[in-house]
């Protein structure tokens, strides 16, 4: 060993395991010196904690201890730690040196991001840098108590280098070290983690102690060495990977056909046939224990081999992964084939599960089998002797390993979600099935933001009024959103200037002002990357002093905002662009009904009833200030027709889908589902914010070529296209799919006079058969991707909601860099921007799977609140998808997709009868492109794409999984009262006024008039239709409750 007066070097000979599974030898030269920064907000040396270390915080002065786990408590009891209540973690470099090499690769990265998160306010030590921290290893010690030895050494030395200031905890499995290292220094506390846990954290988090049991039971019973056994080895995997004779990707399993098909997708680099193919991994055999979302290496099999998918609709049934029987049944064409031979990473994550509920274990063995949430994970073995007190809750349970010998793989029990069926346990299963969390905004972040109470009001800086240009007194500037809405992000103006042309604005809240790069909001935000939409709530990516006030652009009140401002010519051509920061007083907050309505001519005394900012002046201001909005709003959708109609020409799609909103009453409880009206004005604002991403995307991708955030939106596989062809087809229309251009033309022109809903289906499909857009890093994708397919736009971004998209911080940040020409530095390059933008995209996916989820959900809880035979639960439904057993339909009243089975389990089809009710028989069914037929004892009925019938909602309860609705088939022709409602929407108000009137009229005709009165035909056609309802149902109640729900388009973005 060599000395000088700061460094001391010694050799450090270590052992460790290659990336290719090997054991190897290595020698390195170790410098010990005094001054390792100890992180802590406590210090009183010289210590350089500034500057952080890689992207660390420090340690916090306003806790009641540090924490220090040993080696074996960090590596097997991670998940307890990770707890955001559980900070001022010291993870010394000896500890992460034991997770990284003895632990897993995954577990290594679960650590680094637990230290990273500025949140949990934990750092690592680097010990064996430190030369009064480290210690030797004596000769003939193990290395677990070497490593228990060090770990005591560098808290002693904490302890003394801070002075005493903070007491320390060393927490440990090691019985022996708690006796040895227990009572040596005052305040150096050695504890067992059972007993740290339940003297310090169970009466503040109940369930830890259940995680920590879970976890314990769980090791005990974990045979060790078998994880990869069957797989080939790492090196060989590589190797094939790398040569094309294996391929790599993510494993994803068909959720309508768990137990048989799964499917891992291709990179664009593989060598090997039909590489822009997905690949089938048929059977469980040939899953070889990954589990959906695994990244996998596959072998393709001999072309022989492979085989298609199936169509046959199948039924989930409870807690059923396990190999499906064949149904011998595929679509035709076969696709390639593979088998899983190894498992790159895996990506297990909490899941939701439920116990059977004639589930029992004995006292002995503790083993349970229990039921996932999501039908593509396989049941899950876990240890727990609280299967009484759990069987009827919603729990979460991890995974472990998966034996080559176990038909399950092995997990503990982490917590209990709630009772099955209540509905905050039901919604907080979708939040963590999706992986979202949506915890309370801390103490620490709020205290970073500024505060607008009575007594301490929140006002315009004076040193921002000189940054800004002031917007307040020389535009009318007006919000236009939906009822109800809080954060209002963006904002309008549009005015003539002097020289003729127009000018149009587009203002969006300046959330950057208030959330700094680094900070804990920031970092917060990151996390999220966006608010979460659900049914009958919201959680919010920025806290709501920001969401709600600072960062909304209400009316009334000054904000900062960020604007882009264009010059358009008369013939809206962009003469001038400007972008800045500016200081805006939002003089109106409409929704959109009343924008439309003002468009449309209503009367002026409704316009003042319905927004507030126009109350209380006198009556000629009050005349001038209507006619001055009017003129706006009008003038406003007359530019972003013509915005629109130039996209339009350039090839962009008009895309068609559901959003369906759930009426609450007061009491939470469900009056209604409703799909969204669609009103110009909806397109106006989308186009103006279409508009303004375009001009931001241009700006910033100008000044940083290689590091700005985009949004992608790819090309659609032409296979794709495949079932919107044949629905086309069948109504005598052709649809061309070799551009956008093509696709819109067409889309456009297949329209049925007698049926107006076909351009609508067709449009759904359209958008069923898109690509999904991504946003991406311009460094990481070839100039000649960076279109948006869909907008027919060459740069696209979002830069106009960052209240609630994290993306949109990124972009405003990137073009104040781009417009000022400094702080480039500050913004993250291309590979820190490629990788925000997979947890962006990750995280968008999953807010959107959650409201979906959401919405499946209240619809279920809606028509379980009716009685069977409510005229509620009779609706009308189009085909548009056949299948071996059965057809895919829509039901336009409810937005519900969903499959309507023509035979059944027991081999049957069913036979619409002439009274109005089916009958499963003897039968077979026959399938062609367009058409599927019924052949049975009772005769043949056919059914082709497109045809309207009329299907019963009723209820599929589920245990174990999300309860969901079924549609069964009860009339081969639509339900009329559905399409008298669908033309009703379609003509004016007052139409569907009388129309209206003229059915109460009828139903009121029909209650007065006795059955043995009335023989008419007129009478007797109403009786076949109507003479189920319940008298207690009034047909008028149910005509208002739906008069407004159609199907109605939606702006994509």
Not at 560 to 580: C, P, Q, R, T
Not at 684 to 705: D, G, L, Q, Y
Not at 815 to 828: F, I, R
Not at 898 to 913: A, C, E, S, T
Request: aromatic fraction near 8%; charged fraction near 25%.
């Amino acid at each position: 060993m060599v000395h000088d007066s700061k460094l001391e070097k010694s050799n450090k000979q270590l052992r460790l395991r290659s990336g290719h599974g090997r054991n190897v030898s290595v020698v390195r030269e170790v410098y010990r010196r005094e001054d390792v920064p100890c992180q802590s907000q406590l210090c009183l040396s010289d210590c350089q904690n500034a500057t952080g270390d890689g992207g660390m915080g420090l340690l916090p002065a306003d806790i009641n201890h540090y924490l220090v786990p040993d080696c074996r408590v960090a590596r097997e009891f991670l998940e307890v730690l990770e707890n955001p209540v559980v900070t001022g973690i010291i993870f010394l470099q000896t500890v992460v040196h034991s997770v990284q090499h003895e632990g897993s690769r995954r577990l290594y990265n679960r650590l680094r991001n637990l230290v990273k998160d500025k949140r949990k306010a934990s750092i690592i030590f680097h010990n064996e840098f430190q030369k009064y921290a480290y210690c030797e290893r004596d000769q003939g010690e193990t290395l677990a108590d070497w490593q228990t030895r060090s770990t005591y050494t560098a808290a002693e030395w904490f302890y003394h280098h801070l002075a005493g200031q903070k007491p320390i905890i060393m927490v440990t499995l090691n019985k022996k070290a708690i006796e040895a290292y227990g009572n040596k220094t005052q305040n150096v506390f050695v504890l067992s983690l059972e007993d740290y846990l339940r003297k310090f954290w169970q009466s503040h988090i109940p369930e830890v102690m259940e995680l920590y049991e879970s976890l314990t039971a769980s090791l005990e019973t974990k045979v060790k060495g078998k994880d990869y056994k069957g797989y080939l080895p790492m090196d060989i995997l590589e190797a094939g990977v790398k040569s094309g004779r294996f391929v790599q990707g993510h494993i994803n399993v068909n959720r309508s056909n768990a137990g048989l098909e799964a499917f891992v997708k291709q990179k664009r680099s593989s060598k090997i046939d039909d590489a822009d193919r997905d690949i089938l991994i048929h059977g469980m055999s040939c899953r070889n224990r990954a589990v959906h979302g695994d990244l996998v290496v596959v072998e393709m099999l001999p072309r022989s081999e492979w085989k298609g998918r199936s169509s046959v609709i199948k039924e989930n049934q409870e807690g059923q992964v396990e190999e499906a029987e064949e149904d011998g049944v595929s679509d035709g064409n076969v696709m390639p084939t593979g088998r899983v031979v190894g498992i790159s990473q895996r990506n297990w994550r909490e899941y939701v599960a439920s116990f059977a509920s004639d589930e029992k274990v004995s006292e002995k063995g503790g083993k349970v089998l229990v039921i996932p949430w999501d039908y593509r994970i396989p049941k899950i073995r876990i240890s727990t002797r609280q299967v009484e007190k759990l069987k009827d809750q919603r729990i979460v349970v991890r995974i472990d390993s998966w034996e080559i010998d176990s038909q399950y793989p092995n997990g503990h029990f982490v917590k209990s979600l709630g009772a099955i069926g209540d509905l905050e346990a039901e919604i907080s299963a979708i939040l963590l099935e999706n992986t979202i969390h949506a915890s309370e905004f801390s103490e620490a972040q709020m205290k970073e933001l500024p505060v607008d109470t009575p007594e301490n009001p929140w006002c315009i800086e004076d040193t921002e009024l000189s940054k800004r240009r002031d917007l307040r007194s020389s535009h009318l500037i007006f919000s236009i959103d939906p009822k109800g809405c809080e954060d209002v992000d963006d904002t309008l103006s549009v005015r003539y200037l002097d020289n003729g042309n127009l000018e149009l604005g587009v203002h969006i809240a300046d959330v950057t002002h208030f959330v700094r790069p680094g900070s804990l909001t920031d970092m917060e935000a990151q996390s999220r990357s966006t608010t979460v939409y659900l049914a009958d709530r919201r959680y919010d990516m920025l806290p709501g002093i920001l969401s709600a006030n600072l960062c909304s652009l209400i009316s009334g009140v000054d904000r900062y905002a960020m604007s882009v401002i264009w010059e358009l010519d008369k013939d809206f051509e962009v003469v001038n662009v400007w972008y800045g920061k500016t200081i805006i007083r939002s003089s109106y907050k409409l929704f959109y009904e009343m924008a439309q309505a003002m468009h449309d001519g209503i009367a002026m005394s409704e316009i003042i009833e319905n927004v507030p900012e126009l109350q209380n002046l006198s009556k000629k201001e009050m005349k001038n200030r209507v006619d001055e909005l009017r003129s706006a709003v009008v003038l406003l959708m007359k530019i972003a027709r013509r915005l629109k109609a130039r996209r339009v020409c350039g090839g962009a799609l008009e895309l068609e889908s559901v959003e369906v909103q759930v009426q609450l009453t007061e009491t939470k409880s469900i009056e209604n589902l409703t799909p969204k009206d669609h009103l110009e004005i909806h397109d106006t604002i989308a186009e103006c914010m279409i508009f303004a991403n375009h001009w931001v995307a241009k700006k910033i991708a100008e000044v940083f070529p290689n590091q700005t955030l985009l949004r992608h939106h790819p090309l659609p596989k032409n296979e794709q296209f495949e079932n919107l062809k044949n629905c086309a087809k069948n109504k005598g229309f052709e649809v061309k799919t070799s551009s956008n251009k093509d696709l819109a033309d067409t889309l456009d022109v297949c329209v049925d006079p007698n049926d107006p809903i076909v351009n609508r289906i067709l449009r759904m499909l359209a958008t069923q058969a898109m690509s999904v857009a991504s946003y991406f890093s311009t460094g990481s994708l070839s100039r000649d991707q960076f279109f948006h397919y869909g907008l027919a736009l060459d740069y696209y971004t979002h830069f106009t909601s960052p209240i609630r998209r994290y993306a949109d911080v990124l972009v405003h940040r990137q073009l104040m860099a781009a417009v000022q020409g400094q702080g480039s530095e500050l913004l993250p390059g291309n590979q820190e921007l490629d990788m925000l933008s997979e947890h962006i995209n990750h995280q968008h996916r999953a807010a959107q799977n959650a409201q979906r989820d959401s919405q499946e959900l209240f619809q279920y809880l809606y028509f379980k609140q009716k009685d069977a035979d409510d005229v509620c639960c009779v609706a009308d439904a189009i085909i548009f998808q056949l299948r071996a057993n059965g057809l895919m339909v829509f039901v336009p009243r409810y937005g519900i997709r969903g499959p309507v089975y023509l035979r059944n389990k027991d081999g049957q089809v069913i036979f619409v009868m002439n009274t109005g009710h089916s009958e499963w028989t003897n039968g077979n069914i026959t399938k062609s492109e367009g058409s599927i037929s019924i052949n049975s004892v009772l005769g043949t009925q056919t059914f082709h794409l497109l045809d309207h019938i009329t299907v019963k909602i009723t209820l599929h309860s589920s245990r174990a999984h999300a309860s969901s609705l079924r549609l069964e088939l009860i009339s081969n022709e639509g339900y009329e009262l559905d399409q008298k409602l669908s033309a009703a929407d379609k003509s004016s108000k007052s139409q569907k006024q009388a129309i209206i009137q003229e059915v109460t009229a009828i139903a009121e005709e029909k209650r007065n008039q006795s059955s043995t009165e009335e023989t008419s035909s007129r009478f007797q056609s109403l009786k076949e239709e109507f003479g189920q309802t319940p008298e207690s149902v009034s047909l008028y109640t149910l005509f208002q409750s739906f008069k407004e729900q159609a199907v109605t388009p939606v702006a994509q973005q």
